[in-house]
């Protein structure tokens, strides 16, 4: 059977209805992350708009060269 890989988040920072904080890694079934694939940070925040809720995303990589690297192994 093949090995299926998944995605976990480890949440640094969580601030309810305003942010969270964390890292996006690939890992096997047991949670073991896959080092050769690289990671990716998370800020997300929860903002008040004039018909709800306003969600901002941003993700960041160590360098150019990480994120060139996970789009090639997507």
Not at 2 to 16: E, G, H, K, S, V
Not at 17 to 39: A, F, H, R
Request: glycine share 4%.
């Amino acid at each position: 059977m093949r090995n299926r890989l998944r995605c976990r988040a480890d949440f640094t920072t969580i601030a309810p209805q305003k942010l969270y904080v964390g890292t996006d890694t690939i890992c096997d079934e047991s949670g073991n992350i896959k080092n050769d694939i690289p990671e990716m940070h998370w800020k997300v925040a929860f903002l008040p708009a004039a018909t709800g809720t306003k969600v901002e995303a941003e993700i960041t990589f160590a360098s150019e060269l990480t994120l060139k690297k996970l789009l090639k192994w997507a």
